[in-house]
């Protein structure tokens, strides 16, 4: 384990997890990589500190909340007024010094506040008149996901707001994305994908999951459903407090790789499952960089898998340089932490064999949250075998792994007649918003017990 350390700033660890004995042959190795971040929290920011300084005061952070007015939240109105006194809420946890704004969402995305162009930075006053904006929301109009994703792009991009800073969005939609196509909405998060993170929320049961998990996915935040539009402001001040408590924007998983070697996958496991591997970005000679997004006190697990180039039995060499990094405008990059992955030939077979208890747990995490999507398809496909054989195992690896909460979640979708062997019946009637639930919180994982 090696760490970046630096007084009253974050502090950074790297732990890899792996068996590095390979059989005679074998060429891949897997790891788990435990990032923690630890110990921010010093109000200000320090002059010529190379990232800002913590939770306690003086992050820079720029939030753009994009809140949809389409006609639909006016059934009921509800929703509506859910959506105002949430994202009220969410104003009210803003820290002082933050820049913020405020979109209304239809088929166009409109500013309510402050206007212009412009970003507000949050103060009493300022909190007042974003709250005095958001009682005259009303609802009308369509659904285009993707203009008010870049209008919060181009919000945050202005230029009183330090290229240090964390930048954060939260999105709020009770409807599918209606009035762009899929095509044109990827473009939008293709072109947003490192420029700010994102939170993503469905209210209601009439959006479509895969629209809303697929912002989260590619804004590096969070997606979930709020069934109840009660239950908006209490989930709408925990994400932005959350935000509040990011420290460090713009960090990467870096792996260097030797020659002859290569990255064949690189995940995040924990706290949910998420894929890196097509998002590497060139970093140099071997090196490739791969994005994580903003952290605050948190701890997250990666797997990675290298493949290595044969050698003799009793050889070892390094497979890979796991480095946690800020990239700097320059090209350069501050290194946080750092951590090895070893390969080592062995005509031992219990020691080749042996698979590594974090990276075994994983791997179910994994496989758990594709078979829960996979059930879930092929259930509204009207596949009952394949869904059963699907969800069956789902419950199977939900139990084995001690995911208590899929678990729950999975027995409102299916009877459970034996959890360890997998045995199910679907059920004849689930209300939508328990497979929307299920569907939308498949990806969460617990950790391996040490």
């Not at 993503?200 to 979930?224: F, I, M, P, Q, Y």
């Not at 019946?425 to 209300?431: I, N, P, S, T």
Request: net charge negative; charged share 20%.
């Amino acid at each position: 384990m090696a760490n970046f350390s630096k007084s009253n700033v974050p502090q950074f660890s790297v732990e890899v997890y792996q068996n590095e004995f390979l059989p005679e042959g074998g060429r891949e190795v897997n790891a788990i990589v435990t990032v923690t971040s630890t110990g921010g929290g010093t109000v200000g920011t320090a002059a010529g500190a190379p990232y800002p300084y913590g939770a306690g005061g003086g992050t820079d952070a720029a939030v753009v909340l994009m809140v949809d007015c389409s006609g639909s939240m006016d059934y009921p109105p509800t929703k509506m007024r859910g959506a105002r006194d949430a994202s009220g809420a969410a104003i009210d946890a803003l820290r002082d010094g933050v820049h913020f704004a405020v979109i209304a969402g239809t088929h166009v995305a409109k500013e309510v506040y402050p206007g212009a162009g412009r970003l507000a930075v949050a103060s009493p006053s300022t909190r007042e008149q974003a709250r005095q904006a958001l009682r005259k929301l009303s609802a009308g109009g369509g659904t285009a996901i993707g203009t008010w994703l870049r209008l919060a792009d181009r919000l945050l991009a202005a230029a009183d707001v330090p290229s240090s800073a964390v930048r954060h969005g939260i999105l709020l939609t009770d409807g599918r994305n209606e009035h762009e196509s899929p095509e044109d909405l990827r473009t939008t998060l293709d072109a947003c994908a490192g420029r700010f993170t994102c939170d993503a929320r469905g209210v209601g049961t009439d959006w479509e999951v895969k629209e809303v998990t697929a912002v989260a996915s590619a804004l590096l935040g969070t997606a979930d459903i709020v069934a109840d539009p009660a239950h908006l402001a209490s989930d709408f001040t925990l994400m932005m407090e959350t935000a509040m408590g990011k420290e460090v924007a713009d960090v990467a998983l870096r792996l260097w790789t030797p020659l002859g070697s290569e990255i064949k996958f690189v995940k995040q496991v924990a706290p949910t499952v998420g894929e890196l591997t097509e998002r590497r970005t060139e970093a140099g000679p071997r090196a490739g960089d791969y994005p994580t997004g903003s952290w605050g006190d948190e701890s997250r697990d990666y797997h990675v898998c290298v493949q290595v180039p044969n050698a003799d039995l009793g050889q070892e060499m390094l497979a890979a340089r796991v480095s946690l990094v800020i990239p700097q405008p320059d090209g350069s990059a501050q290194t946080l932490s750092q951590g090895l992955v070893r390969a080592v030939w062995t005509d031992d077979m219990a020691a080749s064999t042996s698979i590594n208890p974090q990276v075994a747990h994983y791997t179910g995490q994994a496989e758990l949250a594709q078979v829960i999507q996979q059930g879930l398809d092929a259930r509204k496909a009207g596949d009952a075998d394949g869904a059963t054989a699907k969800l069956g195992r789902a419950v199977q690896l939900a139990a084995l792994s001690g995911n208590a909460d899929t678990a729950k979640l999975l027995s409102k979708v299916v009877d459970v007649v034996d959890a360890a062997e997998g045995t199910v019946r679907l059920k004849a009637k689930v209300a939508e918003a328990d497979e929307m639930t299920l569907e939308t919180r498949s990806t969460k994982t617990v950790r391996v017990k040490k």
